[in-house]
């Protein structure tokens, strides 16, 4: 575990002395405010609620993620660093876990930023804190499963822009696979199972289900299973790649 803390802190340190962090932090917290109190036409619903603000992440997510997502092993082979990473007494395993973990600490962190619009809804009303608590909980963990993709599709390249659009392709396929549309497109092709795991895959449905203020064991074991599996996959690629 001292390997994994050790690569947690060198890389959440490598975030904040480069600009990459900061104009991820401006760009999420300005569209997020913008995005909910006047494209989320947050005043004109009469609730008091921050249900429009966590119906946007995803889609925040889908373009902003993959920036952080991209440079994780992509830098590290196109620069020649990994060789030295991985000759220190590091597993590959561990390398990811801690990148990984860097990475979603640093959007918990920007998260954590976005308490203004939290105050902002007590004091316009009586909203429900626990909802809009479980509503954090499940957006951090759809941002983690984004992670995860993009952590394996890093690992797939050395070239960072290829390895962004990678990992947003595949995001937008699962933010896709549970929307009505898609689902009523397929219903005459598949059958009743196929289409009910094709709207399971979707992490979406998943994220709604925790802001809703149910958090449901499936929903939670959803994102961990992503989570794990992805990561696994990015282990596999690494030290297939380096094999070579």
């Known amino acids: 575990m001292s390997a994994v803390f050790a690569i947690v802190r060198r890389e959440l340190l490598s975030y904040f002395v480069t600009p ?15 995005l909910t109190f006047y494209a989320g036409d947050f005043y004109d619903r009469g609730l008091a609620d921050l249900q429009p603000f966590f119906d946007i992440h995803p889609w925040l997510y889908l373009v902003l993620v993959p920036a952080i997502s991209m440079p994780m092993w992509s ?26 973990v860097a990475a979603w600490l640093f959007i ?31 957006s951090w963990l759809m941002a983690g499963c ?12 050395r070239s960072q822009i290829v390895a962004f659009i990678l990992t ?6 699962l933010l896709l696979a549970g929307q009505p549309q898609v689902l009523d497109f397929f219903q ?13 895959l979707s ?7 925790i802001a809703r203020g149910v958090l449901d ?16 996959a990015g282990v596999a690629l690494v030290d297939l790649k380096r094999t070579r």
């Open 20 to 34: 990459v962090a900061y104009v991820f932090m401006v760009i999420f917290l300005v569209l997020a405010g913008l």
């Open 75 to 100: 830098e590290e082979r196109s620069s020649g660093t990994i060789e030295l990473l991985l000759s220190l007494p590091v597993t590959i395993a561990q390398a990811m876990i801690g990148k990984f």
């Open 108 to 138: 918990g962190f920007s998260l954590m930023l976005t308490f203004p619009i939290w105050i902002t809804v007590n004091y316009l009303g009586d909203p429900d804190n626990g909802v809009i608590f479980a509503g954090y909980l499940g």
């Open 146 to 157: 984004f992670l995860a993709i993009g952590a394996c599709m890093s690992a797939a390249t």
């Open 168 to 173: 947003a392709a595949v995001c937008f396929l």
């Open 188 to 200: 005459d092709a598949l059958p009743a199972k196929m289409l009910g795991a094709l709207a399971q």
């Open 203 to 209: 992490i979406t449905r998943h994220a709604a289900a």
């Open 217 to 232: 064991l499936r929903d939670v074991t959803y994102f961990v299973a992503s989570i794990v599996a992805w990561l696994a």
